[in-house]
């Protein structure tokens, strides 16, 4: 079945950088909009990006605009999210997520709307 593996967080000082990764399998890659999440300890699960299945049209929440990136290489099955000038605040669980594109609107930025998750990777912020 669909499989979603998160790799690459980690601690970071504040003002630096990371690239998050997400590993699909078990479904076809380009007929997914696909997203990433992330959620602090007592927090709800928040929306951070999101690109379209055919990888064109990208969708930023306010918090992370300007300084993360996501991207989608076809070729690997592999979903990026490039997280610069990193904030304590960014400190999360970060998921990555996956919804069919078929009868799906744009843009999906809610989590009730995803159906694939991954486990999560750690991203710690210092100040």
């Known amino acids: 079945q669909a499989q979603l593996a998160e790799s690459g967080g980690g601690l970071v000082q504040a003002g630096g950088s990371l690239r998050l990764s997400c590993a699909v399998s078990g479904l076809t890659f380009t007929g997914y909009h696909m997203a990433w999440f992330r959620q602090a300890p007592g927090k709800e699960r928040e929306f951070v990006a999101a690109?379209?299945?055919?990888?064109?049209?990208?969708y930023y929440s306010d918090s992370v605009n300007g300084r993360f990136t996501i991207s989608r290489d076809y070729a690997k099955n592999t979903l990026y999210l490039q997280m610069n000038n990193l904030k304590p605040e960014d400190t999360a669980v970060y998921y990555c997520?996956?919804?069919?594109?078929?009868?799906?609107?744009?843009?999906?930025?809610?989590?009730?709307?995803?159906?694939?998750w991954g486990q999560g990777t750690q991203v710690t912020v210092s100040s």
């Open positions: 997520a996956g919804v069919l594109v078929f009868g799906t609107k744009w843009p999906v930025a809610a989590p009730t709307d995803y159906n694939y």
């Open positions: 690109i379209r299945g055919s990888g064109v049209s990208t």
